[in-house]
């Protein structure tokens, strides 16, 4: 089954053009630690899903790409044209002249109306490419202008004309210093109209990847195109295939659907965060031999302390015992505490993954008091291994990973919001005041609901 | 002219061995049948004869499960399935439900079950049919086999106190994406069947058909799956021949089982065979038959006053009165007759046509194609009954905004209840 990737902005195109570069090179190393055959079914699913066929046999990916202006368009087009691996199709994007200046509004209210029926042909072009659709992927920042306003509104009209098919929003959640003085308008306004018409929100934080380039990769000068790299490694390694079911060999054919009937089921939990491990420069792979159980116990920790990456991991988190409260109940004021998970989904790939011990994971402490972790727990895994690494894992989890930063944005609107700064800018273009108020709502709700997980 | 010798005197060792061949033929067309010399040691109620008849019913009252299934089903399960599962069909003799759950007794009384449910109808034939090897694509046309047939035993979950509702909520979730998942499946196994179909135009020798199906094109590529197909054929025709043998022979085993029936103690006269309802303790009846009796005199009160408001308002009209009556026995005459037909055709399939799958065949547009249904009447069959169902659907909805309306108290008119996120 194919999954239909649209990018959006500057930010969804520019991560695009890395998470299918990321993805076909992965399919294509020769490092892939199993047979060949292996190999060519793991390259046939991959490019079932991601790419499409082409009569000289360039591949061409599954994607839309919008944007307001035509520069970084064209910068993506090329640079994939160039690859001469893969490319975009010639008719697949959509771009005007002008920007948005950053506005949430416009993006939304003017651009979305005036160009939907355009933007969705396009994707029904791409749609009726596929064989069978599984869904979308639509990459897009949640603070910029275009991307944010118009992904709002794009991914509205993908649930009205396609609702059956499963939608999942990669979310890029800007920095806390971010340069754009309205972003945590736009960040509440995308998140709380996402949250009504998407399935689920992988989200990626931009701090988090700038610290893993300086700390892990050993970056010098991190640039965009850095951080784009490791987020798209992040989704390579979650999206790349995996086998079906334990002791199949077969590859599964519905990552997006499983993914999703295991993470997000219930309606109020839709916000997921992904860690992977190990994270290095490829310099330093040759040199750097793991076990499963080092990698799967860093990961453990990782998801309990909330850690970004694996270092500087605080191992004092525990696991509350049975019957006491939560250690550092939920109170966001507290520096350090446990992160209570609804449900977490682990994927190993490579050397004896099937010997990989993954009892930590099952512990009923781990998770919120209302799901057992039979229900809560699922691993997928693959011998083949992923983009040269010879054994990762990655973890995407649906836990309180992202109450603090969102209470912090929602907090930091609200502070604006009530001194009513700026908000001309949004009602000259319909968002009214009561837009706002539903918005503050709907995520007071959520972080509301995320709390309540440790009891 | 001599008396013509009208047939030749039974050999007795024929004789004793008519039984134990009509017994092996019948075991040869049941899944998992054991041997002849088991039937003759569940005869005498022998406990090591008990587990093999409990697996033989077991898969005989759940056919669907595949051969590697029911492996994964515990004997106490399997057991309590086949409890479960006669009772469901009205098996009346109390005698086998109370048979201990570890399945190590009960060979005689399990044979009576075996036999009652031979005697309901052809399940020989009915099982052979479910289980037959498939050539082509084959594809349901209605749901009535599967509506008819109950399910494998799911587990069953003791709501103990409190329920999480988030937990309720989980599950409803993970229940509409498995739908989802199920419908995209399904789109992606009809998009590639095309594919295959049109792949193979003209390969079959049938022409007729006209394309190859899965399995025959799997055939061709794979000569160690045709091999394994052909076994399989091959087992299929033993059975086939074996549901002959039995049908011709089977007069012997009825015979037999009649001094089965006959080794059994009497039954004590028992009334007839109640479902267990479970009761939270005996205590708890009472307020409950004096609640319902209140609600009765409740029900009839309100309705005599309503009657005798309606009779208030409406006596001594004249002839409006009249003309409006007739108008309203019209109305209420075709409303009636709209149930009636919901009711027979809400159950029933519309399809002229045999139930149960067919081959899929695709042919060129225009071209008069076989014997069969025709996609476009399947499809219209399957829209009437979808409009159906949705006028059944929104009957419900209603019914349940009216309840709760109810309980919360306000008079019925809309009430808003916002979908959660969605």
């Known amino acids: 089954m194919s999954i239909v990737t649209v990018q959006l902005g500057q930010c969804g195109n520019q991560i695009g053009f890395e998470v299918f570069d990321a993805l076909f090179s992965d399919s294509h190393c020769p490092q892939g630690l199993c047979s060949k055959r292996e190999n060519e079914a793991y390259q046939a699913s991959c490019k079932e899903r991601f790419f499409s066929e082409e009569e000289n046999g360039v591949p061409i990916a599954r994607a839309v790409l919008v944007d307001m202006e035509p520069k970084v368009i064209n910068q993506t087009l090329s640079k994939a044209a160039h690859s001469g691996r893969w490319k975009y199709g010639q008719h697949s994007c959509f771009c005007q002249k002008q920007g948005s200046g950053n506005n949430w509004a416009y993006g939304y209210s003017v651009h979305g109306p005036r160009h939907e029926e355009s933007i969705m042909n396009l994707i029904q072009k791409e749609v009726e490419k596929c064989d069978s659709l599984n869904g979308f992927f639509i990459i897009m920042s949640m603070a910029g202008g275009t991307g944010s306003g118009l992904g709002a509104f794009v991914t509205q009209n993908l649930q009205d004309q396609y609702s059956n098919s499963l939608k999942m929003n990669q979310i890029i959640w800007p920095y806390g210093t971010g340069e754009v003085i309205v972003q945590n308008y736009n960040s509440i306004l995308t998140l709380s109209h996402l949250y009504r018409s998407s399935d689920a929100l992988l989200v990626h934080e931009n701090d988090a990847v700038h610290k893993i380039c300086a700390k892990l990769m050993n970056i010098k000068q991190i640039s965009f195109r850095d951080i784009n790299q490791v987020l798209a490694h992040q989704l390579g390694s979650v999206f790349q295939p995996t086998y079906s079911g334990e002791g199949s060999f077969h590859y599964r054919r519905n990552p997006l659907g499983d993914l999703m009937e295991n993470l997000v089921p219930h309606p109020e939990f839709k916000m997921l965060g992904v860690r992977n491990i190990p994270q290095m420069s490829e310099n330093s792979l040759a040199y750097s031999t793991f076990t499963w159980a080092g990698l799967l116990k860093h990961l453990r920790q990782m998801l309990i302390s909330n850690a970004k990456m694996e270092e500087g991991i605080d191992w004092q988190v525990r696991p509350p015992l049975s019957g006491l409260p939560t250690r550092g109940k939920m109170s966001l004021n507290k520096e350090f505490h446990f992160n209570t998970s609804i449900a977490n989904l682990v994927i190993l790939r490579g050397k004896d993954v099937h010997s990989a011990e993954l009892g930590a994971f099952k512990d009923p402490a781990l998770y919120t008091s209302w799901l057992e972790p039979v229900h809560a727990f699922s691993v997928w895994k693959t011998q083949r291994a992923f983009s040269k690494y010879e054994k990762s894992a990655a973890l995407v989890s649906n836990s309180q990973f992202l109450v603090k930063p969102l209470d912090t944005i929602v907090g930091k609107a609200w502070n604006m919001f009530a001194s009513k700064a700026y908000i001309h800018q949004y009602t000259k273009f319909g968002i009214e005041e009561e837009d706002f108020l539903d918005s503050f709502t709907l995520l007071e709700q959520v972080i509301a609901s995320y709390c309540n997980l440790g009891f | ?422």
């Not at chain 2, 939270?280 to 038959?289: C, F, I, K, S």
Request: with cysteine; charged share 25%.
């Open chain 2, 1 to 422: 002219m001599g008396r013509r010798r009208r047939r030749r005197r039974v050999d007795p060792a024929d004789a004793a061995r008519a039984l134990p061949e009509a017994i092996a033929a019948l075991s040869q067309t049941l899944p998992a049948g054991p041997s002849p010399e088991t039937f003759r040691r569940a005869k005498f109620d022998r406990p090591e004869a008990a587990p093999a008849l409990w697996r033989l019913l077991f898969r005989v009252l759940s056919p669907q499960l595949a051969d590697g299934a029911s492996a994964s089903f515990s004997p106490e399960a399997q057991v309590r399935s086949v409890k479960l599962a006669l009772r469901t069909q009205g098996y009346p003799r109390r005698a086998l439900a109370q048979l201990p759950d570890d399945g190590s007794q009960g060979g005689r009384e399990l044979l009576l079950a075996l036999a009652w449910l031979l005697a309901r109808g052809p399940l020989p034939e009915r099982l052979l049919t479910q289980n037959r090897v498939q050539l082509g694509d084959e594809m349901p046309v209605c749901e009535c086999e599967a509506l008819a047939s109950p399910g494998p035993p799911a587990p069953s979950v003791e709501a103990d106190g409190c329920v999480d509702i988030r937990h309720l909520q989980w599950l409803m979730g993970k229940l509409r994406f498995r739908w989802r998942n199920l419908m995209a499946s399904q789109q992606e196994q009809c998009a590639l069947l095309g594919k295959i179909h049109s792949y193979t135009r003209g390969c079959h020798s049938d022409r007729s058909l006209g394309h190859l199906s899965v399995t025959e094109t799997e055939l061709l590529r794979d000569p160690e799956g045709g091999r394994q197909l052909l076994q399989r054929l091959e087992r299929e025709n033993a059975r086939l021949q074996a549901a002959l043998e039995w049908r011709r022979r089977e007069l012997v085993f009825w015979r037999w089982m009649d001094t089965v029936l006959g080794a059994c103690p009497p039954e004590a006269s028992q009334p007839t065979f109640l479902p267990r309802i479970p009761t939270p303790g005996t205590g708890a009846l009472e307020p409950l038959v004096r609640e319902l009796q209140a609600l009765q005199g409740e029900l009839r009160e309100a309705v005599e006053a309503r009657r005798a408001a309606w009779e208030a308002g409406v006596g001594g009209r004249g002839p409006e009165w009249s003309a409006a009556r007739t108008a309203l026995r019209e109305a209420v005459g075709q409303d009636l007759a709209a149930l009636r037909q919901a009711c027979e055709q809400g159950g029933s399939c519309s399809l002229a046509q045999p139930h149960g799958p067919h081959r899929l065949v695709r042919t060129e547009a225009g071209v008069a194609g076989g014997p069969g249904l025709r996609a476009p009447e399947v499809i219209e069959a399957l829209r009437s009954q979808e409009a159906r169902l949705e006028v059944v659907l929104r009957q419900l909805q209603g019914q349940c905004r009216q309840e709760l309306a109810r309980l919360v108290g306000a008079p019925p008119g809309p009430v808003w209840i916002l979908p959660p996120g969605r």
